[in-house]
């Protein structure tokens, strides 16, 4: 069956350090993965966007990597600060989906002081 | 910020009742979407448009209804709710769909079932 999955733990890390998400998938085809920012109670804000044939894609403090032999996609957020907080979501395009958006369920992100 | 009101933005009903969200965008953009948005199975596409009288099923459209007769409107309608439509639910909408499409998203409309 198709997946696309996140790590639902929520994630907790320290003012400073760089977080890391991780978005997964399984029987995709993905032509490119977008990143979106939610926070509680607003809609999702998109934040990246990153093709099949693109390695990395860099955004002031962020970065989105993709294997698409792995079927995996990192997105990191460097020197975080607890603005950062919030819940990001993972999204594919994919051919077989009639390019129609996937979104995984998200991870929340909760960077202390 | 990209130029789209959802109405109502809260709203309690009862379950039989017929419900009909708005979605407002001022941008002209092509492609319109109804997701709703559920603890544990985060967001999922319930019908979207791809022009006016254009629209077609998403994965989770059964019982839910939508209509685009404007560019600028697309109004998604539970004919009878029930309780497993309790959700919130976002408007969202792009310029192009697929390769160019990133989408900018309402602010949300939380339906609430009794």
């Known amino acids: 069956s198709q997946k696309i999955e996140q790590n639902s733990e929520a994630l907790n890390i320290q003012e400073g350090k760089t977080a890391t998400l991780t978005c997964n998938y399984t029987?995709?085809?993905?032509?490119?993965l977008q990143w979106y920012r939610q926070d509680p109670g607003r809609g999702p804000v998109f934040l990246l966007l990153i093709r099949e044939n693109e390695k990395e894609k860099r955004k002031e403090r962020l970065k989105v990597t993709f294997d698409t032999t792995l079927k995996q996609s990192l997105f990191h957020i460097t020197a975080s600060q607890p603005a950062d907080s919030a819940t990001y979501l993972c999204?594919?395009?994919?051919?077989?989906?009639?390019?129609?958006?996937?979104f995984g369920q998200g991870t929340e992100l909760s960077v202390k002081p | 910020d990209a130029g789209i009101t959802q109405s109502p933005r809260h709203k309690v009903t009862e379950t039989g009742t017929p419900v009909t969200l708005r979605c407002h965008q001022t941008e002209n953009h092509r492609y319109m979407y109804w997701y709703r948005q559920d603890p544990g199975h985060g967001l999922r596409l319930i019908h979207y448009s791809y022009g006016v009288k254009d629209t077609d099923k998403g994965e989770v459209s059964d019982g839910y209804s939508v209509s685009r007769s404007k560019t600028e409107d697309f109004l998604l309608t539970l004919e009878s709710a029930t309780s497993s439509q309790t959700s919130v639910y976002f408007c969202a909408i792009s310029e192009g769909q697929g390769h160019t499409g990133e989408l900018f998203f309402g602010e949300g409309s939380r339906l609430t079932v009794l």
């Open positions: 999204a594919l395009d994919s051919y077989n989906q009639g390019g129609k958006l996937i």
């Open positions: 029987n995709y085809s993905p032509a490119y």
